[in-house]
């Protein structure tokens, strides 16, 4: 069974220094792997995804992530935040083998002036 | 066609009562796929389909909810006898394949009274 573990509820970084969100991942095959944003009072957003062609993958707003199969793991960064970051993100699975997608319960990323 | 469209954006209803949520995916994406937020927690997944075929039902989605997608194009998902427990964010996304992107509609906000 496929599940999502993100481990900090609440992320807190100065504006201007990297962001480190983490994910945990368990699929029982080749999973795709997701970042979403959700600002508030907005739709959730695609950041990024993993579907097994190259393990750093880049996304928009200048985020990123690593899959790390022997970690299964799947963290966040950014190098240099910027105030409009504030958000929450999810960490989203889906096994290969299926369709449906599940979401980790999400991170909320807070960023001090 | 610029993506997904929820109506209503809220909706407030008294307990007991039926309501009825609309979701138009991104014109092309053959998958759809009902989600439920409440405060505070990622998206929870509701149901899917292809096309018009529902191929997957969540436990959490008791007997009071029913979703069609007549025709594989919108989709509705009713709730009868709403009940206080049922106030979240309803959320529809599509995609065009497996394991591909999920694009999000706003969502629609209910409130039971």
């Known amino acids: 069974a496929q599940s999502v573990t993100q481990l900090d509820s609440h992320v807190s970084v100065s504006e201007g220094t990297p962001v480190l969100l983490r994910c945990n991942y368990s699929?029982?095959?080749?999973?795709?792997l997701f970042w979403y944003v959700q600002h508030p009072n907005k739709g959730l957003q695609l950041l990024l995804k993993?579907?097994?062609?190259?393990?750093l993958v880049k996304g928009i707003n200048g985020f990123e992530a690593e899959f790390k199969k022997s970690e299964t793991s799947f963290h966040l960064t950014k190098p240099s935040a910027h105030m409009s970051d504030a958000a929450e993100y999810f960490c989203?699975?889906?096994?290969?083998?299926?369709?449906?997608?599940?979401f980790g319960k999400g991170t909320r990323l807070h960023i001090l002036p | 066609d610029t993506g997904v469209s929820q109506n209503p954006r809220h909706k407030i209803t008294k307990r007991g009562q039926n309501v009825t949520f609309r979701c138009d995916p991104i014109?092309?994406?053959?998958?759809l796929y009902w989600y439920r937020q409440t405060l505070g927690q990622g998206p929870e997944f509701l149901t899917y389909?292809?096309?018009?075929?529902?191929?997957?039902k969540s436990r959490l989605l008791s007997d009071r909810f029913s979703a069609e997608r007549p025709k594989g194009s919108f989709s509705t998902l009713e709730i009868q006898r709403t009940e206080q427990g049922d106030s979240a964010m309803y959320l529809c996304?599509?995609?065009?394949?497996?394991?591909?992107?999920?694009?999000f509609g706003s969502g629609t906000r209910l409130t039971v009274v």
């Open positions: 993993y579907t097994s062609a190259a393990t």
């Open positions: 014109s092309e994406h053959n998958r």
């Open positions: 996304a599509s995609s065009l394949r497996q394991g591909g992107g999920y694009t």
């Open positions: 989203v699975v889906s096994d290969n083998g299926l369709d449906k997608i599940i």
């Open positions: 389909f292809q096309n018009e075929a529902q191929l997957e």
């Open positions: 699929s029982s095959y080749s999973p795709s």
